[in-house]
């Protein structure tokens, strides 16, 4: 697998792996009809202004980090590449170059991608509980993580 920087050529593998990683995550939470075609969503542009990294196995994308200084913004993996270690080299290419502290944000019931973070020293500094929108007025936890 390599580790290396975004460019436009995977704009649509990066979506097709946003759009199932996405997915999976929101079904966990039970906003499935929040979700949001990459293509559609009010935040490609902010994605697109973050510094990527994306996993490559065989020229296939596997998944991607998106980050910003002090943030971890985005990450997804694949569904069907998930505990292969990909998330974890793409968080150890990132740590390498973010300085201190990193923060970063993960539904609070999230405890696979928990475990993650965890795992690299980050640990929940704040919890809120908010409703999604005035349209699906659910409510939802959120964990804030930091790395010190």
Request: hydrophobic share 40%; aromatic share 12%; charged share 30%.
């Amino acid at each position: 697998m390599k580790i290396k920087s975004y460019e436009k050529q995977y704009f649509a593998q990066l979506g097709a792996v946003m759009d199932k990683a996405r997915m999976q995550e929101l079904e966990a939470e039970n906003l499935e009809p929040v979700f949001v075609a990459f293509r559609d969503a009010p935040y490609l542009d902010y994605l697109l202004s973050c510094k990527i990294y994306v996993a490559l196995e065989d020229g296939k994308l596997m998944g991607f980090i998106g980050f910003k200084p002090g943030k971890i913004e985005f990450i997804y993996v694949d569904p069907n590449a998930q505990g292969r270690g990909i998330a974890t080299k793409l968080m150890e290419k990132t740590l390498d170059e973010l300085k201190r502290p990193v923060s970063l944000e993960v539904f609070t019931n999230n405890n696979r991608a928990k475990a993650l973070y965890k795992k690299f020293g980050f640990e929940t500094v704040k919890t809120i509980t908010e409703k999604w929108s005035d349209e699906y007025p659910v409510l939802f936890s959120q964990d804030t993580m930091e790395l010190k």
